[in-house]
């Protein structure tokens, strides 16, 4: 299994109406685009600064899984519209669980 995990922090142009449409198309992705086993989308709790804004996590079943999501043109279309315009920061980290 495979867990994939971003961590997002968004510029200053975010405001609350775009984050939440944000976090709704990246919740989507488990039903349109498919292939996990689980997805979860958070915002930050604010219980510490400095902090990113928005955690996702998803789990796959096997690697191949991962990459096929990784290049799905509903995820690249969720990422060119909704996330990349939006980002001041990114990271991730997949491991094997």
Not at 14 to 26: N, S
Request: no cysteine.
């Amino acid at each position: 299994m495979i867990r994939h995990v971003v961590v997002f922090t968004w510029s200053p142009a975010a405001d609350a109406e775009r984050r939440a449409t944000t976090l709704e198309a990246l919740r989507r992705l488990r039903q349109d685009v498919g292939g996990m086993t689980s997805l979860v989308v958070a915002e930050d709790a604010g219980l510490s600064d400095g902090n990113a804004d928005t955690v996702l996590i998803a789990d796959f079943p096997d690697v191949e899984a991962f990459h096929r999501y990784a290049q799905d043109p509903v995820h690249l279309s969720v990422l060119a519209e909704h996330v990349r315009p939006w980002l001041a920061a990114r990271s991730a980290v997949q491991y094997r669980i």
